[in-house]
Structures are given as C-alpha cells and as structure tokens.
C-alpha cells in the first residue's frame, strides 16, 4: 500500500511536471470566464419583467432557464472532464513502455499491480481537483449571479466526477496492452458509442418505441458512461422539466440504481484488467 500511494505522488509531481494541471487550470479558468459572461448576459435578459405574461409564470420560466443553462454548463463539463479522464489514462502506460521510463520503475522491488493502482490513484486525485474547478466553478458562477442552484447538486457532481474516473479507468486498462494512439482511439470510439446510444434511449422513451429504449440499454452495458451523465443530470434537474420532459439536458428515461451498481462493478473489472494485463505484458 506504501508503495502506491509513492507511486501516486510521483504521478501527480509527473502531471505538474508535464504541465498537464497548468494546462488543465488554464483551460478551466477561460471555459468558467467565457460561460460566466455568456450567463451573465442571457440571464440579464431573461430577468426582464414582461407585462404580458403572470408574473407567477415569469417566476416559474425564470427558474427553468436557469437551471437549464446551469445543465448545459455541466453538460460541457462533463465532456471535458471525460476528455481529460481519457487522454491522462490512454499514455500513461504505453507512453512510458513504449520510452523505455516504465524499466526504472519495474526493475525496482515495487509490484507491477501497485504501479498501476498508484497511477490510478494519482490521475483519480488530479481529476477530482480538475472535477471540482470545472464543475464546483460552474455551481459557484451560477449561484453568485442569481442565488439558484440545483437540486442534489452533491449527487449530481459526484456521478459527472465518477464517469470521468470510470473513462479514465478503460483507458488505463486499454492503455496496459494497446499502443497511446489505438487507446485514445479505442475509448473515444467506445464513449461515442454511449452518446448516441443514450439520446435513442431518450427519443426512444419520449416516443415510448421500446426497441429504441432496448438499443440504448445495450449501448449502456457495453460503456456505461452516458447512463452516468443521464442519472446525474435526473439528480439536478427541476421537477417541472422532469415531468414535462422539455429539457434536452433533462431526462425521460432515468438510470435506475441497478445501473449505478453495475457501473461501480465495471469500473473494477476495467482496473483489475488493466492490472492483469500489464503484469502478464512483456516489457
């Protein structure tokens, strides 16, 4: 276990080294600059009073877009977020075996499963920062400017946080036995399958066409990371676009709590083959 947590640390030190956390902080302060102002600016012209509509329904359309724009902003996050979870996991290990810098750390009395679990360990500590300025900076933005925020927002970050560690996890086992390039190729391959396969689930559902609702349930069991992304976004959506359903950034078909479990259990079945795979690898 000491040598993990070693190992995390130098993984960390590695990311700043390589000025992937800059380049990540960077990045976020000019996606929250440029979402901040946009929001600013739309919100300002929602807020105007309309004497021809109740004001009760101003109210009432006012919260709506609000928190349809704050969706969208997480929307975006979320996409980031699994951006940076793939492309830290696709090189970690075929970076450094294809370099010859995994023999200095192999050659040492260190277990092969410790060296991937202390990697995991580091990039799951440095998306959880990058996780908490994307989508905590987004929260802070929206709840500043208007005093709203969402509901279940804890539950809701905490599943955009897990899907990101959930791709970042399939690209470190990809990673453990595929070259960077046929990883990076391989997962964002596999997320689009999910994306598109949970918007047929939802038109699926809005039009109640089971089979489309079936295509999407596989496309979820294969990768369950749109599923993850559709139940959070349920978490934080209002109770009138939940019932109505008006919201693209809401959901009509809801992950069921089975999902979340069966996606706990593919993550650890995507770690224990990324360990298994590089132990068995010929380095």
């Not at 600059?33 to 807020?47: C, D, E, Q, R, T």
């Not at 410790?114 to 300025?133: E, H, I, N, P, T």
């Not at 190729?185 to 699926?204: N, P």
Request: aromatic content about 10%.
């Amino acid at each position: 276990m000491k040598s993990t947590w070693i190992l995390a640390r130098m993984t960390f030190r590695e990311a700043v080294r390589r000025h992937i956390v800059l380049t990540g902080l960077v990045l976020g302060v000019c996606f929250l600059v440029i979402f901040s102002v946009g929001f600013h600016f739309i919100y300002a012209n929602m807020s105007q009073p309309n004497p021809r509509v109740p004001a009760a329904a101003q109210l009432i359309g006012l919260a709506e877009g609000i928190n349809f724009l704050t969706l969208a902003g997480l929307y975006a996050v979320t996409f980031l977020s699994v951006a940076m979870g793939a492309l830290l996991g696709a090189d970690t290990l075929a970076g450094e075996i294809n370099s010859g810098t995994i023999q200095t750390i192999v050659t040492k009395p260190i277990r092969r499963t410790d060296v991937v679990l202390g990697k995991w360990l580091g990039f799951a500590l440095l998306l959880a920062l990058y996780s908490l300025l994307m989508s905590g900076g987004t929260i802070l933005s929206v709840l500043i400017q208007t005093g709203h925020s969402p509901p279940h927002i804890l539950s809701g970050l905490a599943l955009i946080y897990f899907e990101s560690i959930l791709i970042m996890t399939i690209s470190l086992a990809f990673s453990s036995g595929l070259s960077g390039l046929a990883t990076g190729g391989v997962v964002f391959g596999l997320y689009g399958l999910a994306f598109i396969g949970g918007w047929i689930e939802q038109i699926g559902s809005l039009l109640q066409n089971q089979t489309a609702v079936k295509v999407g349930i596989v496309a979820s069991l294969i990768i369950p990371s749109e599923s993850l992304w559709r139940r959070a976004a349920y978490e934080m959506q209002t109770p009138l676009s939940g019932a109505l359903g008006m919201s693209p950034f809401g959901t009509t078909s809801v992950p069921s709590n089975l999902m979340l479990v069966y996606s706990v259990i593919y993550l650890v079945v995507a770690l224990a083959l990324a360990v298994n795979t590089f132990r068995r690898r010929d380095l």
